[in-house]
């Protein structure tokens, strides 16, 4: 039965993502990706046998994993009803997502990401000449929490990316032939560009945005370049493939190595989670896609042992979004990963990130999930209308990245506000400041005798 209910996990995906992906970098295909890696991943390994539930000691008393595999199918099922009923009624929420559609003009977005850049620069060279290396960095934000209430900081670095990719895509697609001089200048900086701000947020100790920097730059390279000197638009199915192919290469390599060095940075050995470990529960735990894992041991102690959290989760994460200079009393927002693990290991400092249906689920129960699954789906079909063209044009191509990777991921979770103001706020702002003017004809003034 286990299996039967992991199957049926797929297929109710897959009926979701045929339904109403148009192709795999729609801002459903996205979610559909990111809800593989956060369950869909673990869920194939644990029912074939391949590795078993994380970590092991915690599950020496059983697994609850056909509970959990059919409340997820709840959840996508519901996921799917807010799909429909956001695509066939007028409720469009149109202040969340930007518009994608119109003529992005390449050299203002490109002073806009070099702006973005050089303040995310400063700031970077700061916090350097404060701490010293990157190994205090990284203890200051992961172990000591020094950072905490300075997530408004990353604004510049995630605004810096997208609209450096951007730039990027905008030169690969509009090329004819070879690269102009002045082409491939902007190409090769905002690629740059890109990286570092990548890079400067890897400092801070986070690794993600600068593996999905390198595997968007890769994917968008092969969706958007021209074939031979004509300049179609749409990338051919083959050459995304490649694209593809390359970008899991490459993001695995990445993910593995920046987890394995920030390890050696902050302890000088690699964690015990990894070391020792068979291969797949390396690649597992190095690129944290042990959400199911997390998800199954609160199914199965809640509300046995411990009580719901009663949507405080929730509401934290959403006012989480207002400045402490604004209201000294807010309360202090603990991720419900961190909480989480702590209770099975007090005295660990990171968490276990549980995925959005977790997350309602420790908050509501099983009829958590549901409303999860319906909110996320309502917010999909709001994307899906901002972000409609993502084979043809770059600004849909990156803002759909941003959505259904950073913002959605696999589901509206407590920190959907707080990231929805760092990467789409911005983002709302920018984008008409790249609008391409469209040039009014002259009307010719009649001349008196």
């Known amino acids: 039965m286990v299996l039967i209910s992991s199957v049926a996990v797929f297929v109710t995906l897959g009926i979701i993502y045929r339904a109403y992906a148009n192709w795999l970098f729609s801002p459903v295909g996205l979610f559909a990706v990111s809800f593989m890696l956060s369950y ?8 074939t046998g391949l590795d078993s539930e994380y970590p092991d000691s915690l599950f020496r008393f059983g697994s609850p994993m056909l509970s959990a595999n059919l409340y997820l199918i709840g959840f996508l099922a519901m996921c799917g009803l807010g799909l429909l009923a956001g695509s ?5 929420l149109r202040f969340l997502f930007p518009s994608t559609d119109g003529a992005v003009d390449t050299a203002k977005a490109f002073r806009i990401a070099t702006i973005l850049t050089g303040i995310w620069f400063l700031i970077i060279v700061f916090l350097f000449a404060r701490y010293g290396s990157y190994a205090r960095m990284v203890r200051a934000s992961k172990v000591d929490k020094e950072f905490a209430g300075l997530f408004f900081l990353l604004v510049f670095p995630t605004s810096g990316t997208i609209t450096s990719i951007l ?9 004819v032939g ?3 001089p002045r082409q491939r200048s902007m190409a090769t900086i905002s690629v740059i560009y890109a990286l570092f701000n990548g890079v400067g947020v890897y400092l801070w100790g986070a690794r993600s945005l600068l593996v999905l920097t390198a595997v968007q730059l890769v994917i968008g390279y092969f969706v958007f370049r021209p074939r031979g000197t004509t300049r179609r638009l ?6 995304v493939v490649i694209g593809i192919l390359v970008a899991i290469g490459l993001g695995t390599l990445m993910v593995v190595g920046l987890r394995v060095y920030r390890d050696q940075a902050l302890s000088g050995s690699v964690s015990g989670s990894i070391k020792g470990q068979t291969v797949v529960r390396q690649l597992s735990v190095a690129a944290n896609t042990v959400h199911y894992d997390a998800y199954l041991l609160a199914v ?7 009580r719901f959290r009663g949507g405080l989760d929730i509401y934290n994460g959403a006012v989480g979004v207002i400045p402490r200079a604004l209201w000294p009393g807010k309360p202090t927002f603990v991720a419900p990963g961190a909480w989480f693990r702590q209770v099975y290991e007090p005295n660990t400092r990171n968490g276990w990130p549980m995925g959005a249906p977790g997350t309602w689920y420790l908050n509501f129960g099983r009829i958590g999930i549901l409303i999860c699954g319906l909110v996320t789906g309502i917010v999909l079909s709001a994307a899906l209308r901002s972000m409609s063209r993502t084979r043809t044009e770059p600004l849909a191509f990156v803002m759909a990245f941003a959505v259904g990777i950073w913002v959605l991921g696999d589901g509206v979770d407590g920190e959907f506000v707080v990231k929805w103001a760092q990467f789409v706020l911005p983002m709302l702002l920018l984008i008409p400041l790249m609008r391409r003017q469209r040039r009014t004809a002259a009307v010719p003034v009649p001349v008196t005798v």
């Open 88 to 92: 066939h009624s007028d409720l469009r």
């Open 178 to 180: 070879r690269f102009t």
């Open 300 to 306: 199965r102690d809640w509300p046995t042992t411990h």
């Open 40 to 47: 869909g991943v673990r869920i194939a390994f644990i029912s």
């Open 167 to 175: 730039v990027f895509l905008l030169t690969v697609r509009d090329r």
């Open 234 to 239: 749409r990338g051919t199915r083959g050459r």
